[in-house]
């Protein structure tokens, strides 16, 4: 059991479970835009995405105690300078018009941790995490896709990376509700601007408007639609039950893990309905 358990933090700690969350969305504009991407891009996405969700999170501490680093954190700083390197190695095999891309919301990656203006980073500007992390999350898993097979960008795409962004918004609120009482004052995170509950609620809209916009798309697609509806009802429902006292992994592996199923539930409906 102490094996499964190191092994298990270890998953979350080291991003990999996240990573496989962004690598989910992907896949779901994949499929969505029936998009044949190369090989290399999802192995792009996951390791580019561990590199930068790791230095997001250890960096500073890193910086701090490099010379008595724990096991693990030094293990994750290992794993993390390895996937840099894939990263790096298939980064080569992609357009540069991939790379201008996920350049882009790199640098918004980079800004979120390093101080810009200060000595504050765009995690410290009030009002700004949430938001950031959900443009950084919405354009690596629906503009990146699209641009490596040079898809012309239409309104439908445009409704999509919309969607992302308030369906990554949400994702975002549980982990708001759980900081609730380690936050600084000067966040000004939801929850401490509107509420715990008013924010619950200000997120069950949010899915309400991502479902309406999903009807403005052409054409409409019915297994996108037929797996969107019980990921909104799932992810309602942790919102919904979310607090401060609940266990860390209840955030960082079940709702963090709703990409996952999502993309599980897509796949399974689309082999009725492609």
């Known amino acids: 059991m102490k094996l499964f358990a190191r092994v298990f933090q270890f998953y979350i700690n080291s991003s990999i479970h996240v990573s496989l969350a ?12 029936d998009l044949k991407v190369p090989t290399a891009l999802w192995f792009f996405v996951f390791f580019g995405s561990i590199t930068g969700y790791n230095f997001v999170k250890y960096a500073r501490i890193a910086g701090l105690h490099h010379r008595s680093l724990t096991n693990s954190l030094r293990s994750i700083q290992i794993f993390s300078f390895l996937s840099f390197a894939v990263f790096l190695y298939v980064a080569f095999m992609l357009s540069y018009k991939v790379w201008w891309v996920t350049l882009c919301f790199g640098l918004l990656t980079v800004f979120y941790a390093v101080p810009l203006l200060k000595n504050k980073n765009l995690r410290n500007l009030s009002g700004l995490k949430i938001f ?26 445009w409704i999509t990376f919309v969607q992302r962004i308030l369906f990554v918004v949400v994702l975002i609120l549980p982990f708001e509700i759980r900081d609730l009482p380690y936050d600084k004052k000067e966040l000004k995170t939801l929850p401490q601007k509107i509420g ?11 899915l309400l408007v991502l479902l309406v916009l999903e009807f403005f798309k052409q054409p409409a697609a019915v297994a996108y639609l037929l797996s969107l509806l019980p990921t909104l009802l799932l992810t309602s429902g942790l919102l919904l039950f979310a607090t401060s006292k609940r266990s860390r992994y209840y955030a960082s592996f079940w709702v963090e893990g709703i990409p996952i199923l999502w993309c599980l539930i897509y796949l399974i409906v689309g082999k009725f309905f492609l």
């Open 22 to 33: 962004v690598i989910a969305l992907v896949g779901i504009t994949v499929f969505e835009f």
């Open 132 to 157: 950031v992390v959900a443009v950084v999350w919405s354009g690596l898993t629906v503009w990146v896709p699209l641009v490596s097979v040079n898809s012309e960008i239409d309104l439908t795409q």
């Open 196 to 206: 715990v509950n008013n924010t619950k609620w200000l997120g069950c809209v949010l």
